[in-house]
């Protein structure tokens, strides 16, 4: 079955305790992203991958790393999180973005709550 | 003023009711076009891309008029089950082989019995 899967689903942490949110697709996919999505901001994109080792900043980069050291997986990082990072973090992944024919597949969502 | 504009509603309509949303788009680069519906606590899925010539899929309809930069999406006889934020999504070429792809907040649309 084609999918992006996320994981942890839902995680409470504390502010500076360093995370890691792991990103995986199984469609071979080119493009990944991750998003966030705050009440009344929508969803925001925090980095995007164009391929292996391309990675570039999205709307919301401060605070979050990534890597994209395979095509399947593209872990977001937070270092030093602190409670304005609380939010619903999407993983997205495409073959072709920017193509009528594109559709994005997202995750299922990781609930992050940072106290 | 954002990229994506949408109006957040919420569209409250009953069951078997026409309603039209409306996104409103600001960067003339933008090339590509799409509709996303988001079910409470889901992740957003494809609904349908927009064609500048129009396009319909069943009730849904989607149309984009790149001279005013705006793009509507028309639901008719709509159902119970289309009860979800629909989210307007653009595609924005930045250089050769990049793009940046941005989402409008969403409507939110209610269909009652």
């Known amino acids: 079955e084609a999918q992006v899967t996320q994981n942890p689903r839902y995680l409470i942490t504390v502010t500076g305790k360093k995370l890691t949110v792991t990103c995986s697709q199984n469609?071979?996919?080119?493009?990944m992203s991750w998003y966030r999505q705050d009440p009344g901001l929508g969803l925001r994109q925090i980095y995007y991958s164009m391929n292996v080792e391309v990675t570039d900043k999205g709307d919301v980069p401060e605070g979050y790393k990534v890597s994209r050291k395979e095509k399947r997986n593209f872990p977001l990082i937070l270092e030093s999180p602190s409670p304005n990072q609380t939010s619903l973090y999407f993983c997205a992944s495409s073959q072709q973005p920017g193509r009528h024919t594109d559709t994005q597949y997202f995750g299922p969502g990781t609930r992050l709550t940072v106290l | 003023r954002k990229e994506v504009e949408q109006d957040p509603g919420p569209f409250n309509v009953p069951e078997g009711a026409t309603v039209a949303f409306n996104c409103t788009y600001s960067?003339?680069?933008?090339?590509?076009f799409f509709w996303y519906r988001q079910d409470c606590r889901k992740e957003p899925k494809l609904l349908m891309s927009?064609?500048?010539s129009g396009n319909e899929d069943g009730r849904f309809t989607a149309q984009l008029n790149r001279a005013s930069q705006y793009i509507s999406l028309l639901i008719r006889d709509s159902k119970l089950s289309d009860s979800a934020t629909y989210l307007c999504v653009v595609n924005i070429v930045k250089y050769s082989s990049a793009s940046k792809i941005i989402f409008g907040s969403g409507t939110r649309l209610s269909i009652r019995p």
């Open positions: 927009v064609y500048s």
């Open positions: 960067n003339s680069a933008s090339q590509s």
């Open positions: 469609m071979n996919h080119e493009y």
